[in-house]
């Protein structure tokens, strides 16, 4: 008898979460509203694991309602700002799959792309009478930056999910959700290049895994989210002589784990490990065509990512408009043939010059699924003003999630 009292008491609870699933971006994740969790982030945890399915680390979320990848098991937390400068504050939580974790030391750009469209539907912000488009002033609370959306808005000033923008990694059109994320150097490190102000560096990366160890030229870069972005061509033998997309994988990660101690991230390799969502990390190619000015094969939680995320897409751009950087110095090789002279080398398109001194221009990145185009703003300062990328987001289902802790 007292073994089955004992039993009973220790039987987890369940609970209700209210929640929205949306697709935004080239993510899918839950959007909730800030007050339908505990008051401290420190106890979010277990809610979130057991709501997608991440209890007994499972690999699969076949007992929640994540999606088994690291791009389908994302969080949104969402609530009113009371700061002057913003409309919303948010919260990006990664929810590990296969593992019983949660990480909110970075952002995420797609998931950012839902934010505006949510709080319009939820009447978190009011739109004016007869408003066809609509700003979002967003606060996130992991990079303690602004991202402005611009959001298209029906008759009745709901957010208008339909019209016939595309991006690459959804094969579905949608209206254009323009995200403008402000200032977006140092968003966790407090510097752009957080390693010694180096725009380029080498790296000797030491794992217990073989053929290790190696040196591999990297840019360590703070815009948006920390990344670390490797010289593709440095350890291109290396690459080719591995047989496993696992080995592959595993030269990634232990590159950046050794940019985290780099960046000041991380103490130890093995502190590294522990945090896998930053830096995140990604793979720098030549361009192979005139349709982009780079290629990226960049990594989400220790594998390839199915496209790009919108904060690596801004950090791309922003270590474009830097030379001496990786990216910069790869963007004038054709099809990793060598350097263009300088009198081949292409002027940059969609290059002007605004009243205020600042320079905007359009720079174009290739991934997987496509090409992804952002505007950087250059200010009269020589630093980066802003970064717009655009996105679609598409409200999917709304209910409750019931989950046991």
């Not at 929640?19 to 339908?36: E, N, P, Q, W, Y």
């Not at 690999?59 to 400068?85: C, L, M, N, Y």
């Not at 174009?364 to 200010?379: D, Q, W």
Request: aromatic share 4%.
């Amino acid at each position: 008898m007292v073994a089955e009292q004992v039993s009973l008491q220790r039987r987890p609870k369940r609970h209700v979460l209210p929640c929205v699933l949306m697709r935004a971006g080239t993510s899918k994740g839950i959007f909730l509203h800030r007050k339908d969790l505990p008051l401290n982030e420190l106890d979010w945890a277990p809610h979130l694991i057991s709501a997608l399915g991440s209890r007994g680390n499972d690999p699969r979320q076949i007992d929640g309602v994540g999606g088994g990848t690291s791009t389908t098991s994302k969080v949104a937390v969402v609530s009113r700002s009371q700061r002057p400068e913003a409309d919303i504050d948010w919260t990006f939580v990664q929810v590990a799959v296969g593992k019983e974790s949660i990480d909110l030391t970075g952002n995420c750009g797609n998931m950012t792309a839902g934010v505006a469209p949510f709080a319009v539907q939820e009447g978190l912000v009011s739109p004016q009478p007869g408003q066809t488009k609509m700003d979002v002033r967003i606060y996130n609370t992991n990079t303690r930056r602004i991202v402005v959306e611009t959001v298209a808005l029906d008759a009745s000033g709901d957010y208008d999910e339909t019209g016939d923008y595309t991006i690459a990694g959804v094969s579905t059109p949608g209206s254009e959700v323009k995200c403008t994320f402000v200032e977006p150097v140092g968003s966790m490190t407090g510097k752009l290049f957080p390693s010694n102000d180096q725009q380029q560096q080498s790296l000797h990366v030491h794992s217990k895994g073989q053929p290790l160890p190696f040196t591999v030229r990297v840019t360590l870069i703070d815009s948006a989210n920390p990344f670390v972005l490797i010289d593709s061509t440095s350890i291109q033998t290396l690459l080719k002589g591995l047989t496993s997309d696992s080995a592959k994988n595993t030269i990634v990660e232990s590159i950046r784990c050794e940019a985290a101690i780099a960046m000041g991230l991380a103490s130890t390799v093995e502190a590294a490990a522990q945090t896998r969502g930053t830096p995140k990390a990604a793979l720098v190619h030549p361009p192979n065509s005139k349709t982009a000015d780079i290629c990226i094969k960049a990594y989400s939680m220790g594998l390839p990512h199915p496209s790009l995320q919108l904060t690596g897409a801004v950090t791309v751009a922003v270590a474009l408009s830097y030379p001496g950087t990786i990216a910069s110095e790869l963007a004038t090789m054709a099809d990793g043939m060598g350097p263009l002279t300088p009198e081949h080398t292409p002027p940059p398109d969609g290059v002007g010059e605004k009243r205020d001194g600042s320079l905007e221009r359009e720079v174009r990145i290739a991934h997987s699924k496509g090409v992804i185009k952002v505007g950087v703003v250059m200010g009269g300062d020589g630093n980066v003003a802003s970064c717009a990328v655009s996105r679609t987001a598409r409200r999917l289902f709304e209910g409750r999630i019931r989950y046991y802790v």
